[in-house]
């Protein structure tokens, strides 16, 4: 889990930094709660602190098997 979280901070700052290149109004995520140990609210927020833009996360509430069903739509 501690790897996990690692691997989430490097994303978020490099997303970020994208986005100040790009001059994005914000970031889009895939994170969905509870869906690994890692995916707790104090940890994905945690990931989000340095952001200067906002995260969208349309999937947060949503369970594997419901993003599953998504992403095989034709």
Do not use: F, Y
């Amino acid at each position: 889990a501690e790897n996990e979280k690692a691997i989430a901070d490097l994303d978020s700052e490099l997303a970020g930094k994208l986005a100040k290149k790009m001059h994005a109004e914000a970031v889009i995520d895939g994170s969905s709660l509870g869906q690994v140990a890692s995916q707790t609210l104090p940890n994905i927020l945690a990931t989000r602190e340095d952001l200067d833009v906002p995260v969208l996360s349309p999937l947060i509430g949503l369970d594997k098997v419901e993003i599953t069903r998504i992403a095989e739509k034709d």
